[in-house]
């Protein structure tokens, strides 16, 4: 009798733990498909999804495809993607090459500071350029009046090629030192024996072994260069160049009519062209074990000695740090605390916390900066535990659709921000069941879990697989269900990445914006929307104020995840 019933308990054990993977695997189907479903189907429409009388067309297709606008917004978002991704290329591999393997001076400081733009919304960095960089800008109207004339344009492709490239640069920088910290220094000293001069050996050993690396992170930058939202907005829409992301939002928000059926199609034209690349990103990937050095003792990487070119190369990098990050955060700070900022008055004349006591005053800003640290705060949290299931069931889980769950889970990689707001706002619309969660805080907080799913995923996944597999067996030879040893032993020793992932995701929450253009209203307001609508207005000081308490809530998120959790986020 004994026996049969632990029979029966261990049979009961291996149903809870089907239907619990089962369950697991049925929500992430369900969370990526929700925005995507009503987006293929309204691409096929006549009219929007929500009426009654509707009928299914290819006309949507074809007159999207036969205005000349969306053929020039296509060229335009290519050229900016390609000339970001090249440019993000050479910062990035540059900064990690001097810092990785020379003895450049200072390189430990500049380490920190230029994955720096990591932390900080590509929208807030947007208009800190154009605080110092855009047409009446600080530097701008300096050298202007000095050369006579303008020496630059910002709100042109290549100025926000240039912005671009720099924002994304630290995605190369993270990806090559990275590599350069793996790889072995003695194929370097090797090629040095045989008497390749140090410049020489960095150009034919070290870059080649870097090529995975720049590959991965050239086709990540080129795919959200492409999905980008604010750099078109702030930068081009003035001017009256639209990229993708900006054409997507002013058929849908700044047009008289809404264009349901070309937004619809263009989306679904742009989720496969971003799904061809992230496979293609796959595929040429499988190689890279062919860019993998091994040896049997641990070596460390002899400097490459700059001397005096080394100071020079130093000067060089704190330029661009200085001129890209440091001078457009100072110059949206001050403009924050002044009536206007300006090169030829002392802006301790024209100090002013005016910008501060709208925001403060004003009860939809105060409730933006509520809601986006509510979401943060609180969707951080579900968004990382469900992720951490997500990824214990595809890896260490003998559930039959595992493989489909990682394809799953890791496609949102290719859904822009913006699509996503569209596929749940249209979802809401059309399922009665979800009606309710339109234009809510839930109802943001599911879109943003939902597109930084692979966020998490990512987190957590190296962790999993530093855990050997025989604690999983010792747990299960003395009885345990999968459920509990997921619980009792995987999941305490998976504290220290959750904690990282809950901080990684806690700072992408508070600073999405793209994902909530659509969905929010009066009352479900995050601080990138309400930047947006201020800065459509011209109010460029509120702006600044409301972008410095974004920064400052980042900036305090990373000092507490550093002091109480113990994460240390390199990026």
Not at 68 to 95: D, H, K, Q
Not at 331 to 351: D, E
Request: charged content about 10%; glycine content about 8%; some cysteine.
């Amino acid at each position: 009798m004994e026996v049969a019933a632990i029979v029966q308990r261990a049979e009961r054990a291996a149903v809870a733990d089907r239907l619990f993977q089962g369950l697991v695997a049925l929500i992430t189907i369900f969370l990526v498909a929700l925005p995507l479903v009503p987006i293929v189907y309204q691409s096929f429409l006549s009219s929007p999804l929500y009426e009654p009388s509707r009928a299914l067309t290819l006309s949507n297709y074809l007159r999207l495809l036969q205005n000349p606008e969306f053929r020039e917004v296509l060229s335009n978002t290519l050229v900016f993607a390609i000339a970001t991704t090249a440019l993000g290329l050479v910062f990035g591999t540059t900064l990690a090459i001097l810092v990785m393997r020379t003895d450049m001076p200072g390189r430990t400081y500049l380490a920190r500071l230029v994955i720096s733009p990591l932390f900080l919304s590509p929208l807030v960095i947007a208009l800190a350029w154009t605080v110092i960089f855009g047409p009446q800008g600080y530097l701008t109207q300096l050298f202007r009046s000095l050369a006579g004339r303008d020496l630059w344009n910002l709100y042109s492709l290549g100025g926000m090629a240039v912005l671009g490239g720099v924002y994304y640069a630290p995605y190369t920088y993270l990806y090559a030192s990275g590599s350069l910290a793996l790889s072995d220094p003695a194929v370097e000293d090797a090629a040095r024996i045989v008497g390749a001069g140090p410049l020489r050996t960095l150009w034919w050993v070290t870059l080649p072994l870097l090529r995975p690396a720049l590959l991965h992170s050239g086709l990540l930058t080129f795919i959200t260069a492409a999905e980008v939202l604010s750099i078109p907005l702030v930068l081009g829409t003035p001017v009256g160049i639209e990229l993708f992301s900006s054409f997507l939002y002013k058929l849908g928000i700044v047009g008289g009519t809404t264009e349901y059926g070309m937004i619809a199609a263009a989306s679904v034209l742009m989720l496969v062209f971003l799904t061809f690349l992230i496979a293609l990103q796959e595929r040429l990937l499988g190689a890279r074990r062919r860019f993998v050095t091994m040896t049997g003792r641990a070596t460390r990487a002899r400097l490459l000695s700059l001397g005096r070119i080394g100071w020079a190369a130093a000067a060089s990098c704190w330029l661009y740090v200085l001129l890209a990050i440091i001078l457009p955060l100072v110059g949206i700070v001050a403009q924050s605390f002044t009536a206007f900022l300006s090169p030829f008055m002392n802006p301790l004349a024209v100090t002013t916390l005016d910008h501060y006591r709208l925001i403060f005053g004003h009860p939809s800003y105060v409730r933006s900066i509520f809601n986006s640290f509510l979401i943060a705060f609180a969707g951080g949290a579900v968004g990382i535990l469900f992720t951490a299931f997500v990824t214990l069931v595809a890896f260490r889980s003998d559930f039959s659709l595992r493989r489909l769950l990682l394809y799953v889970a890791l496609y949102p990689r290719a859904i822009p921000g913006i699509i996503v707001g569209i596929g749940f706002l249209w979802t809401f619309l059309l399922l009665p069941g979800l009606g309710t969660l339109r234009n809510t805080i839930l109802g943001l907080t599911l879109a943003f879990i939902t597109r930084y799913i692979p966020y998490g995923f990512g987190a957590v996944t190296p962790a999993v697989f530093r855990i050997t597999e025989e604690m999983d067996r010792a747990a299960r030879v003395v009885g345990a269900s999968w459920i509990t040893t997921i619980r009792n032993v995987l999941l305490p020793l998976l504290r220290e990445a959750l904690f990282g992932g809950y901080a990684l995701l806690f700072i992408t929450f508070l600073k999405e914006y793209a994902s909530a253009v659509f969905l929010f209203a009066r009352g479900s307001e995050v601080i990138g929307t309400t930047m947006i609508e201020l800065w459509r207005q011209g109010d460029s000081g509120p702006v600044s104020a409301l972008a410095v308490v974004q920064v400052a809530l980042t900036v305090l998120w990373l000092g507490l995840a550093r002091g109480l959790l113990g994460v240390k986020l390199h990026g």
